[in-house]
């Protein structure tokens, strides 16, 4: 590579990269800047915590924000469970694994709303799974899981749904890992007679950790802000972070406060990227 | 992992791994084919409650779906934002892309780690500001807006799967062309791009899909000019269900298609844009 820069002016890759840089400045940069203002200014054109403090008080805040933690503790761990049985399953290289592999990521292509649209066919009151259990008599009247009072029913749906459509997300991530580890050390575990369990502890395990780690990362990031699937399954009965920024941008057209939500997602965000960064120490940078 | 010789241990093995593929297939694939049954379904079949499998099918939800409820309107409008987002993270990530995968200069690794810091920045923190830009700029509740919205969120990803095509295409390639005599430019265009066609078209279908399924920003920023995602998130649950199943069909089926041509692609590419 060094020789193909010879002769050439340095300025090049800058040139390259320049029109990119503007445009991320412009729309992600300027908008960044953007929400701290209107988050730390209040209506009155003071600046301070004033919308902070309003949206404290308000009780739907803490609502959220309860939601958003529970679902994420709920679903993460689940998910990164999984998808690593998943990939280990896969990666077993069975004859017809490829077709298996496509058919375990049809989830990814989808969005949130219809993967929401998806389970409420099957949960609604005359979807597919109360249809089969009085079919089968288990049941005289279907079971509701959809509606008012009923929002810790659908946060089960709502977790079932996201692990069906997110968890090849990790999948993917945990699958790549797997694919590079070289045979030469379960060749050489064989001539030390490990057992399986000896080889997944000490081969596979510590060489897919970096990409467990940042597996989990992307996953808590994306649980902070699931939006599509709770909106859809169960509007505001389960206030969400993300659920809130819509409702005060959308329905209230409060810019303010919906700001401020995003800001504090975002806050949370960061905050959580830079302790996992620092405290376990991912590779991230090794593209 | 064959040093078992015992036929009936390797049959147990070959039962468990076809038991467990069974169980795989079915959880993922479940929601996508009942719900396929259910846009087609006649709502009489689904209203009941005893008939698990429909037995009559119809058009007529999708008929009433995108002429009364205008989603064909809402489907064009997903098709010119997404092609918009492809093309211009496109313009921009190409080379962008180049730079990273051919240069080496200093503040590399900062481009390259800002673009994985914005990946880790939530949507939902520049709808707000962005709709009072586009606001300002004139172009709130345009097809522009969103696209422009979409490719912020696209472009950070795609400038790192470009760099990393464009690395898997070797140097030796272009360096024989320019001793021959082609400048940089046309070595670029006629060895390196037809070379790592392939991954970049399945680049542009995932900019493509990412834009097309994207919900949040789309609904922030349109009133009228809504894309799919956010005129079904902003009507369907008002409508009676069987347009609720169609509405989800029509919106899982393009990006399906579109995965299922990318599929050789598909861990490399959600490998890069998800670590």
Known sequence: MISFNQGEKKWIPYLLFLPALIYLAGFIGYPLVKTLQLAFISEKGKVGMENFITLTRDSTFWKALKNTLYLLMVIVPLQVILAFLLALFVNGRFKGYMTVLYIICIPLALSDVSAALMSYNIFTSHGFLNKLLIKFGFIDAPIYFFGLGLSSRAFWVIVLTELWRATPLVFVILLASLQVISKDYFEAADVFGFSSWQKFFHITLPLTMPSLQSALLIRTLFAFQIFGVVWLLSGRDIPILAGEVYYQQAELSNFRLAATYGFIIAFICILISWVYLTFLKTKHSEL | ?275
């Open chain 2, 1 to 275: 992992m064959m040093s078992q010789k015992i036929p009936i241990a390797l049959k147990i093995r070959q039962l468990v791994t076809i038991f467990l593929v069974g169980i795989i297939v079915i959880w993922f694939l479940s929601p996508v084919v009942l719900i396929t049954i259910s846009a087609f379904a006649s709502p009489g079949d689904y209203y009941q409650i005893e008939k698990v499998i429909p037995t009559h099918f119809t058009l007529n939800q999708f008929k009433s779906l995108f002429f009364g409820l205008e989603a064909w309107k809402a489907i064009l409008t997903s098709i010119k934002v997404a092609g918009l987002t492809m093309l211009l993270s496109f313009i921009l990530g190409l080379p962008a892309g180049y730079a990273l995968s051919r240069y080496i200069f200093p503040g590399k690794n900062f481009l390259k780690l800002l673009c994985l810091a914005t990946k880790m920045l939530p949507l939902m923190v520049l709808a707000v500001p962005l709709l009072i830009i586009f606001m300002k700029m004139g172009v709130s509740d345009t097809i522009w807006g969103t696209s422009l919205a979409h490719t912020a969120m696209v472009l950070p990803i795609i400038i790192l799967i470009f760099s990393s095509i464009l690395s898997g295409v070797s140097v030796d390639y272009e360096e024989a062309a320019m001793i021959f005599g082609l400048s940089r430019l046309h070595a670029f265009f006629r060895i390196t791009i037809p070379l790592a066609l392939p991954g970049l078209a399945a680049s542009a279908i995932f900019a493509f899909v990412l834009s097309w399924n994207e919900v949040f920003v789309a609904t922030i920023l349109t009133l009228t000019n809504r894309t799919l995602p956010a005129h079904i998130l902003k009507t369907a649950m008002a409508s009676p269900d069987y347009l609720k199943f169609t509405a989800g069909f029509i919106m899982a089926a393009p990006a399906m298609v579109f995965i299922f041509f990318v599929r050789k692609h598909l861990v490399t590419m959600w490998g890069i844009s998800l670590k």
